[in-house]
């Protein structure tokens, strides 16, 4: 599961999980877009922010390793 805050001052939100998590997204996440990934979460995340030409992308060291990131 990842939340993925952007515009200015975080204006949207986007929550990407997978299907198993389908009627707790919808139940306990608000404030933001869901999206049930059909691949890894971090994959559709990715994809979006690519497709939204994002600039600058923060993240959780503790979560997600660079490596990770960068490949």
């Known amino acids: ?3 993925v805050v952007s515009g200015q001052r975080g204006q949207r939100c986007t929550f990407f999980t997978d299907g198993r998590y389908t009627q707790q997204a919808a139940e306990e996440v ?3 877009r869901v999206v049930i990934a059909k691949r890894p979460a971090l994959m ?3 994809d979006a922010a ?3 030409q994002v600039k600058i992308l923060g993240f959780e ?3 997600l390793q660079y490596i ?3 490949s």
């Open 1 to 3: 599961m990842l939340l």
């Open 30 to 32: 608000s404030g933001a």
């Open 44 to 46: 559709e995340a990715c």
């Open 50 to 52: 690519v497709k939204g």
């Open 61 to 63: 060291a503790e979560q």
């Open 68 to 70: 990770t990131f960068s």
